[in-house]
């Protein structure tokens, strides 16, 4: 166990030099710029309507709510970039450039390389989530003066997404090489915000199958599950025609994860590096 | 001698010393090891044992195979059948690799890391509590001394190759598995790993040398073993392995090779020639050179 530590540091370290924290934090200021920008020019045209009288609809909770929400999930690619740019070449791809066999001929045990790659990764891409998040939320209070209705659980939750998908990142770098892993990562995030969108459209259409569609996806895909049920939390208490308003909003896919979430994302994670581990195991290097 | 001896723990506890062979065990014994990648087969029945300070050379043609009993040996690659042990432990268990130093063919350390790094990140993995005198000798037994705080991209093939032998070293292993150490090598760099591996061989270390430098396995190791399409077709001293070509004579009359005569029969064939009156300039027992019996070993099984 103790060799965890060094080998999540020693994978840091290999980012570092590679510059995917440069590449990520240009990324980053530049969109928390960009937002900031947004939300000011947003809110200085939506305040002077306040409240819509024929509607009832707040308009600045509306505006802040949805840009709030398209930030998070900016967010969450930005975490999603990062997770995998730190996972995607874990297995095969080290060892490919042949940096990961004098490791695994120590006596550490390839599960401890695995878990302590994902441990690094979690360690950088959680806090990371959650301070972009952080920033957007006091971005758009002090342009706007909304505040999201929950603040912790949605950042923790988005947090929580990109372990997922460092989780899964790190599973796919045991069969493919770096940029097939890279590649199929990305995918797999595109065909979980599809699914919540389907399932957005399935709502305003009433049709049951693509709301079941969406609710299988965001199962097998619980980083999807994590952002939605982070969405719905930001407006949680707001009621009347904003809430209607909001849900028919453009950052879609708003949905309560229920109770058990949690407890499906971590049975959801252990498995995820359960697996992994089992076939790395396996694997002939 | 018990593990208690060597690690200072309760004389009346056995406890687990990570770089203590079994005392009966070979630091490598290859048992029936069959490898098979698909349908094609890698080894096929190969056995072999390497003593604790002996030095063993493993020669063979591209894909005979070499490199996969070395990686069995190291846990990277699961045998299909048979049984690889180090020191007594099933290869690829945590016990195998406390008691294993190993340089892949292709290996890469970070670049941005300095010398000492890469075996201080060793040493931690290993587990060895060397410190810094620990990276000091190594550096200094592969004459890198002097490249200590030099990073990895600094340096030439060869010293990097050099580093990875320090590495392969840290945490004192019973058993070193080199697989072609010497490939990039300049004659200089060749000398210093001989002169390294006659120093581990004096240490009790037992090495695996896969090699396709002939000569360097000739000049340094114990023993030989050739193997082709999986299997082991010669294996003994370098001396064994060599078969006699025959007496060489030089008279006032020429050279006269006796192919049949060998080394015993020099000094009654030199006797008969003097008692002829003859005058003998010079006599050669010939036998086959390494890479003559290699060769042949190998034309032998590989058509």
């Known amino acids: 166990m103790n060799a965890i530590p060094i080998i999540a540091l020693y994978a840091l370290r290999e980012a570092v030099r590679r510059k995917v924290f440069i590449v990520v934090l240009v990324l980053t200021a530049a969109f928390l710029v960009l937002y900031w920008l947004g939300t000011d020019f947003a809110f200085e045209e939506t305040q002077q309507f306040g409240v819509d009288s024929e509607t009832g609809i707040e308009v600045d909770v509306l505006a802040g709510a949805t840009l709030f929400g398209l930030a998070m999930f900016a967010t969450l690619f930005l975490g999603t970039v990062l997770a995998v740019f730190l996972t995607l070449g874990a297995v095969r791809g080290d060892a490919e450039r042949g940096l990961l066999q004098p490791l695994v001929v120590r006596p550490v045990g390839r599960s401890t390389v695995l878990v302590a790659r994902l441990v690094g990764a979690a360690a950088v891409c959680a806090p990371y989530v959650f301070a972009v998040y952080a920033a957007a939320a006091v971005i758009t209070r002090s342009t706007g003066g909304w505040w999201p209705d929950r603040f912790l659980v949605p950042g923790l939750e988005l947090a929580a997404a990109v372990v997922i998908i460092a989780a899964l990142s790190l599973l796919g770098s045991v069969f493919l090489s770096s940029i097939a892993n890279g590649i199929a990562i990305f995918m797999v995030f595109g065909a979980g915000l599809v699914a919540g969108l389907l399932g957005q459209i399935g709502e305003a259409l009433n049709s049951e199958t693509l709301q079941s569609v969406a609710r299988y996806a965001s199962r097998a895909l619980p980083f999807e599950a994590l952002y939605q049920d982070g969405l719905y939390r930001i407006t949680e208490d707001t009621v009347g025609f904003t809430r209607f308003a909001l849900s028919l909003g453009p950052f879609g896919g708003a949905q309560v994860g229920g109770d058990m979430l949690p407890l499906w994302t971590a049975g959801y994670l252990v498995a995820v590096v359960g697996v992994a581990m089992l076939a790395f195991a396996r694997r002939d290097l | ?303």
Not at chain 2, 55 to 64: F, I, K
Not at chain 2, 113 to 134: F, I, M, N, P, T
Not at chain 2, 156 to 165: A, E, I, N, T, Y
């Open chain 2, 1 to 303: 001698m018990s593990f208690a001896d060597t690690t200072g723990a309760d004389p009346g506890r056995v406890s687990f010393s990570p770089v203590q062979c079994f005392p009966v065990a070979p630091a490598l014994q290859v048992t029936d090891l069959s490898k098979r990648y698909g349908r094609v087969p890698a080894l096929d029945g190969v056995s072999l044992a390497v003593e604790e300070g002996e030095l063993v050379g493993l020669l063979g043609p591209n894909g005979a195979g070499k490199s996969t009993l070395v990686k069995i040996a190291c846990g990277l690659i699961r045998p299909t059948g048979g049984r690889a042990e180090i020191c007594g432990a099933r290869a690829g268990s945590p016990r195998a690799r406390a008691a294993l130093g190993y340089l892949a063919e292709l290996f890469r350390f970070p670049d941005w890391y300095r010398a000492e790094e890469v075996l201080d990140l060793h040493q931690r993995l290993a587990g060895s509590s060397g410190g810094a005198g620990e990276r000091a000798e190594l550096l200094d037994l592969v004459s890198l001394a002097e490249a200590r705080t030099r990073k990895v991209e600094a340096m030439s093939k060869g010293m990097q190759q050099r580093l990875g032998l320090a590495q392969a070293l840290v945490g004192s292993p019973r058993m070193l598995l080199l697989d072609e150490p010497t490939s990039a090598l300049d004659p200089a760099g060749r000398r210093i790993v001989r002169e390294l591996l006659e120093t581990l061989r004096g240490r009790g270390i037992g090495v695996l040398l896969n090699s396709h430098l002939l000569s360097e396995v000739e000049l340094v190791c114990d023993r030989v073993v050739i193997i082709a399409k999986g299997r082991v077709v010669a294996a003994g001293s370098p001396d064994d392995l060599s078969r006699p070509r025959g007496v060489e004579i030089e008279t006032e009359q020429g050279v006269r090779l006796l192919p049949d005569a060998g080394r015993k029969d020099v000094p009654r064939i030199v006797a008969d020639l003097v008692a002829r009156g003859e005058r003998v300039y010079g006599v050669r027992a010939l036998s086959t050179t390494l890479e003559e019996t290699y060769l042949q070993a190998v034309e032998e099984h590989t058509g």
